[in-house]
């Protein structure tokens, strides 16, 4: 991979990360302050995402075979906008969660927690997969991920029982379930870029 790119590519992953974890303490403290720390990375994001779009199209036109050379990377920069538009989403859930005062149980509190830690886990390793393309760290992401979109699967199926049994809210449901649909939505196009990263090692 180009390095220049390669550089680009980490910039954006890194700043995601950020957001993602300041993201995930807005959710534990129930902060505005982490919420506007949120949405100031994402200024960030969309900031590095624009300039590495123009770098890629400006690049693709002075070499050979330009316009599919270019697509490959160009799907990732599109992945990293729609993992941050998943974290925006998430970070409406939180706004409204402090406005309203919105509680959840012990339970949904700690189900939540795991799959945002996990996915914060799984994130950090793209850019080491960007440096590498090694296959089987890849391999390793697209477990680990299925893995934790199964957990939030079968969280999400739990707490729809306890909804029916009445142990939850009412109110908070739709919060909780859409805060678990968005985090596997980075799952999701987290492996998407892995899976791109690898296709673009074997054309070397």
């Not at 300041?22 to 505005?32: A, D």
């Not at 799959?115 to 890849?138: C, G, M, R, S, Y």
């Not at 306890?162 to 739709?174: D, K, M």
């Amino acid at each position: 991979m180009d390095g220049e790119i390669g550089g680009r590519l980490i910039k954006v992953c890194e700043s995601l990360n950020n957001m993602l974890e300041m993201t995930f303490q807005g959710f534990r403290k129930s902060q505005e302050t982490a919420i506007k720390e949120a949405e100031e990375i994402r200024k960030e994001i969309e900031s590095y995402s624009s300039e590495l779009t123009q770098f890629l199209v400006k690049k693709s036109l002075s070499r050979d075979g330009g316009k599919e050379w270019v697509k490959a990377y160009l799907s990732i920069v599109s992945s990293f906008d729609r993992m941050r538009y998943n974290l925006d989403g998430i970070l409406d859930r939180l706004k409204k969660m402090v406005h309203d005062q919105v509680l959840f149980t012990d339970r949904a509190v700690k189900e939540v927690n795991d799959v945002f830690q996990e996915t914060i886990n799984l994130l950090e390793n793209l850019p080491d997969l960007i440096i590498t393309q090694n296959k089987l760290l890849a391999q390793q992401m697209e477990e680990k991920g299925k893995s934790i979109s199964g957990m939030a699967d079968h969280y999400s199926e739990e707490h729809e029982q306890r909804l029916i049994e009445g142990v939850c809210v009412p109110q908070s449901s739709p919060l909780y379930l859409d805060i678990l649909f968005s985090l596997k939505g980075i799952i999701v196009h987290t492996l998407h870029i892995s899976e791109k990263l690898i296709k673009l090692s074997a054309r070397v």
